[in-house]
């Protein structure tokens, strides 16, 4: 049963601090999503990858987030420093890029930033 | 600009009473229109998606239906394990976005 998978599934940090989130996307897929859930916005894209290239990042905060895929099998999300309104709940995605387009879900990193 | 409504926001259902789960769109050209299920601590679950309108998808309970303007989620007889927040998504020819509801959230009651 193929499934994403991200690490770590909760993350409590201090305000500051340098917080990497992983995720390893279906094998075989070739896009691969960044989302955020909150109460308030729900899911927002923050980046996306198409064969392990950036592709649009527009949606995320330039100055403190990136993110990458240094190989097919994992992509990263990362916080510098890590800020109290970035507690969330982030989501990857992969999917392939034909006529269907549809993006599977990992099961979320919930953040918490004190 | 493409928007996507779900309504009710929330809807609780005695076990055994079907209804229907409205999500209204506008969006420049439909590609597609994404159903999804999610569990609370979970990731969103694939459930439907639709190309056209006319077109439906079933999948034991759930019945999904495209119009030019809307989607369905139809429950027939819901059963506890149903309760979930269930999530529109709709995509634009030429994109990659999926631009999401709100969600509904469905409670149904033994």
């Known amino acids: 049963d193929a499934r994403v998978t991200q690490t770590p599934r909760h993350k409590v940090t201090e305000m500051g601090q340098e917080v990497t989130m992983r995720c390893q996307p279906i094998l075989g897929h070739n896009t691969v999503f960044w989302y955020r859930q909150t109460m308030m916005q729900g899911l927002e894209l923050l980046a996306y990858f198409r064969n392990r290239a950036p592709l649009d990042d527009s949606g995320m905060p330039k100055d403190r987030f990136s993110a990458e895929m240094p190989d097919a099998t994992l992509a990263t999300l990362k916080i510098q420093p890590s800020e109290p309104r970035d507690s969330a709940v982030y989501f990857c995605?992969?999917?392939?890029?034909?006529?269907?387009?549809?993006?599977?879900f990992g099961p979320g990193t919930r953040l918490t930033v004190l | 600009e493409d928007q996507v409504t779900q309504s009710p926001e929330a809807l609780r259902l005695q076990e055994g009473e079907s209804s229907s789960l409205n999500c209204s769109y506008t969006v420049s050209g439909l590609r597609g229109l994404f159903w999804y299920r999610q569990d609370p601590g979970k990731g969103p679950e694939f459930l439907f998606t639709?190309?056209?309108a006319g077109e439906e998808k079933e999948k034991e309970r759930l019945k999904a239906t495209l119009t030019k303007k809307e989607s369905f989620l139809h429950i027939t007889a819901p059963k506890p394990e149903d309760s979930a927040t269930y999530l529109c998504?709709?995509?634009?020819?030429?994109?990659?976005?999926?631009?999401f509801g709100s969600g509904t959230r469905l409670l149904v009651r033994p």
């Open positions: 639709l190309y056209s």
């Open positions: 998504a709709v995509q634009a020819r030429g994109s990659y976005k999926l631009i």
């Open positions: 995605a992969s999917g392939l890029s034909t006529y269907t387009d549809t993006q599977y």
